[in-house]
């Protein structure tokens, strides 16, 4: 089975269990700071915004939007953090993670090697 194949799911299930860790100290900020944890909405949210905020990073490493950062620094911080958002959004919804994104992954490679073999690409 190649890597395609196999999604990665190895790898994306220790990711997903660090981030189910840290989402875990972030529940227990909340509790005591708002006498309760974030609803998933509010998790969704936070991952629009830090998703979007990747768009204005990508305009600045091409030099199109100017940001006063180190926009490399940053721009790798927040894709790991929208992966991060990701996978606390799926736990909480009840998604395997790493089982969908390896069904998915495996579902559109074939599709496009399908593809590929009609066209002669």
Same mark, same amino acid.
């Given at each position: 089975?190649?890597?395609?194949?196999?999604?990665?799911?190895?790898?994306?299930?220790?990711?997903?269990?660090?981030?189910?860790?840290?989402?875990?100290?972030?529940?227990? $900020?909340?509790?005591? !700071?708002? +006498?309760?944890? %974030?609803? &998933?909405?509010? *998790? =969704?949210?936070?991952?629009?915004? #830090?998703?979007?905020?990747?768009?204005?990073?990508?305009?600045?490493?091409?030099?199109?939007?100017?940001?006063?950062?180190?926009?490399?620094?940053? $721009?790798?911080?927040? !894709?790991? +953090?929208?992966? %991060?958002? &990701?996978?606390? *959004? =799926?736990?909480?919804?009840?998604? #395997?993670?790493?089982?969908?994104?390896?069904?998915?992954?495996?579902?559109?490679?074939?599709?496009?090697?399908?593809?590929?073999?009609?066209?002669?690409?």
């Amino acid at each position: 089975m190649n890597d395609v194949q196999s999604g990665g799911k190895a790898g994306l299930a220790e990711a997903n269990a660090t981030a189910l860790e840290v989402r875990a100290l972030y529940e227990r $900020l909340e509790q005591r !700071l708002l +006498e309760r944890t %974030w609803t &998933v909405p509010e *998790l =969704a949210v936070g991952f629009t915004n #830090d998703a979007a905020y990747v768009g204005r990073l990508v305009l600045a490493a091409e030099r199109t939007w100017d940001i006063d950062c180190d926009v490399d620094a940053e $721009l790798r911080h927040k !894709l790991a +953090e929208c992966l %991060w958002w &990701v996978f606390v *959004l =799926a736990d909480k919804l009840g998604v #395997d993670m790493p089982e969908a994104y390896g069904t998915t992954m495996a579902k559109i490679a074939a599709g496009l090697e399908r593809t590929i073999t009609q066209t002669g690409a």
